[in-house]
């Protein structure tokens, strides 16, 4: 259990866990959808899928765990910006890997996690190559929903670093410290 002076190993763990390869995850997306770099789609996905799994635990831990306390006295304001960008990041790290099932499942390219095949891809009849969505309605809005999550979640792990690095090098406390486990 976290304490206000350490968090605990499955906080930390959980934390740059998701952080991490939810970073890699937005990285290889922007560079995937603007370089059509087709052959990283199946690791993408395969990735995505199970980041879900870990946030999820995230997620459980948090409920059980409760919010660690903060390591100083900050403003109320502060206190407000910091709960937000907390839940935005909680929200948004769920709902990225959800809304991309759904725009690779509706749209007919399915996914899995490495080979082991969750939903399927519908090919065309007669022509292999294309695949025919099962809800062109739910494939679009998985598609923007996917999209604008991806952008929103970003803007909200840009505000965090900034956070942290304000902690650690502006009000010189213990919040980055605590994360990295010192």
């Not at 350490?6 to 952080?19: A, E, F, N």
């Not at 395969?46 to 799994?53: C, E, N």
Request: hydrophobic share 55%.
């Amino acid at each position: 259990m976290d304490k206000a002076g350490k968090l605990s190993k499955i906080t930390i763990s959980l934390h740059w866990i998701t952080g991490i390869v939810i970073m890699a995850l937005c990285a290889v997306g922007l560079y995937m959808t603007r370089a059509e770099a087709w052959a990283l789609y199946p690791v993408h996905k395969s990735v995505g899928v199970l980041v879900l799994f870990v946030a999820l635990l995230r997620v459980f831990w948090r409920i059980k765990n409760g919010w660690p306390a903060a390591a100083a006295d900050y403003t109320q304001l502060e206190q407000r910006l910091a709960k937000i960008i907390k839940w935005v990041l909680i929200i948004a790290t769920l709902a990225l890997p959800m809304t991309g099932m759904l725009f690779s499942g509706a749209s007919g390219h399915g996914f899995g996690i490495f080979g082991l095949v969750i939903v399927p891809a519908q090919h065309m009849p007669g022509n292999p190559d294309q695949v025919l969505a099962y809800s062109e309605f739910w494939a679009e809005a998985g598609e923007a929903l996917h999209q604008a999550t991806a952008y929103i979640l970003i803007a909200a792990i840009i505000l965090h670093l900034a956070g942290a690095f304000k902690h650690h090098f502006i009000d010189k406390d213990a919040t980055l410290k605590r994360m990295l486990g010192k």
